[in-house]
């Protein structure tokens, strides 16, 4: 999709989507135990016009697949959501609620997978059927300059969807990857594990976000910003 297609409206899955019998199956078996859940595909958050596109793995079983709305009420949101805004991209206050009022402002958030995976792991094929969402997403945003991943699937699935072999742009913390009309930003997943690990912490995750904002604060050089 380095190319640059275009399209009015993105391509979204449909409430029972069937494309991955797998997670159609957990989906309706947490229907049947959780039937006041969302248990259904997550939609993105955020507006469309956003500048920004972060890129997370899938829902939680107990947050985004429980709430409808990425990273509500999942560990990985009470990193995510303060540092989006602190750093501009975000007003409100995140209260691990859909209905907190909290929104985003020039960022918008979607998952290399739509649906929660058993064990939070998407098999290789269903994060290849999932990318047309992905692909679809990325083409109806006009105004986007940066996409952020979160983690090393995030960061793999954005490539394939904009065409462009993961083997050139090989993934690693706070990386920064000039893709055609976007730059592509690499951080470590918010998760629960990542940070316990110290794998991540907040400091190296606030850093993605400030050099994020301060590269959009200069965008209009060249040749980032054009476009």
Known sequence: MSGA???????QPS???????R????????REREPTWHNAPVPNFGPVDAPVLIVGLAPGLRGANRTGRPFTADFAGDLLFPT???FGFAVGEYRRDPADGFELRGAAISNAVRCVPPQNKPLPAEIRTCRMFLDSEIAA?????????LGRI?????LRALDLKPSAFPFAHAAIHDCGRFRLYDTYHSSRQNVNTHTLTPAMFEAVFARLRQ?????SRLPWGEG
């Open 5 to 11: 297609k275009i399209r009015s409206e993105p391509l």
């Open 15 to 21: 409430r029972d989507c069937p494309l991955c019998p």
């Open 23 to 30: 997670l159609a199956a957990f989906r309706e078996l947490w």
């Open 84 to 86: 989006l805004k602190k």
């Open 141 to 149: 945003r006009p105004s986007l300059q940066a996409i952020v991943a």
């Open 154 to 158: 995030a960061h793999e699935s954005t």
């Open 215 to 219: 590269d959009l604060d200069g965008a």
